[in-house]
């Protein structure tokens, strides 16, 4: 069975700081990493994923991630916030391995605040 | 209309109301997923369907009932909801179910709210 750990719910930084959003997963088997995005009254929207590749992993508006395996982690990182940074984050994991690899398990998600 | 539409955006019905949520794709996939997103609780996968066949329902209560008849909608039958099921609905759909590598769509959602 999979799972993923979000470690704080809520996160403030400032406008213009670094943003790192953790993310810790368990896995039986080498895992594909997601992290999505969801503003307000929104659905939800990817920003990465990991899929075996490089292990630092560019997404979109300027974040980033990186797998490290021995530290069963994937945290999410943005080197200067925006205001429009503000949102939800969720972490998620799928298992290449079975028949239903593009099933997602969740993390409890973090909700990012940005202060001017 | 592009990506995964919902209808409705919001909902109101009361506990021996009969409402159904509505989703559509338009990017071809094959595999659809309802989730449940309500405060203070993670994601909640109800249901997925592949090629319109159910293929997972995790323990979801009767009161709630799917019906996929082609692969581009999927629906979510209510009736004799509780209160405890307000909640905002997601729809998602990826290209198949199957590989790991397929990135899930997700529509805006339907917020519902249960009286």
């Known amino acids: 069975a999979q799972s993923v750990t979000q470690l704080g719910s809520h996160v403030s930084v400032s406008e213009g700081a670094l943003v790192l959003l953790r993310c810790n997963y368990s896995?039986?088997?080498?895992?594909?990493l997601f992290w999505y995005v969801q503003y307000p009254n929104q659905g939800l929207q990817l920003l990465l994923k990991?899929?075996?590749?490089?292990?630092l992993v560019k997404g979109i508006n300027g974040f980033e991630a990186e797998f490290k395996k021995s530290e069963t982690s994937f945290h999410l990182t943005k080197p200067s916030a925006h205001m429009s940074d503000a949102a939800e984050y969720f972490c998620?994991?799928?298992?290449?391995?079975?028949?239903?690899?593009?099933?997602?398990?969740f993390g409890g998600g973090t909700r990012l605040m940005v202060k001017p | 209309e592009t990506g995964v539409t919902q209808t409705p955006r919001h909902l109101v019905m009361g506990m021996t109301n009969k409402k159904s949520l509505k989703c559509e794709q338009h990017?071809?996939?094959?595999?659809m997923y309802w989730y449940k997103q309500s405060a203070k609780k993670p994601l909640e996968l109800m249901f997925v369907?592949?090629?319109?066949?159910?293929?997972e329902n995790n323990s979801v209560p009767s009161r709630f009932s799917p019906e996929c008849p082609n692969s581009s909608h999927l629906f979510l039958h209510l009736h004799t909801l509780q209160p405890e099921d307000s909640a905002l609905y997601l729809c998602?759909?990826?290209?198949?179910?199957?590989?790991?590598?397929?990135?899930?769509?997700f529509g805006p959602g339907t917020r519902l709210l249960v009286l």
């Open positions: 369907y592949s090629l319109e066949e159910r293929v």
């Open positions: 990017l071809g996939h094959n595999a």
């Open positions: 998620a994991v799928s298992d290449p391995s079975n028949n239903a690899g593009n099933m997602l398990t």
């Open positions: 998602a759909s990826s290209q198949d179910l199957a590989g790991g590598l397929g990135t899930q769509y």
């Open positions: 990991y899929t075996s590749a490089a292990t």
């Open positions: 896995s039986s088997v080498p895992p594909y």
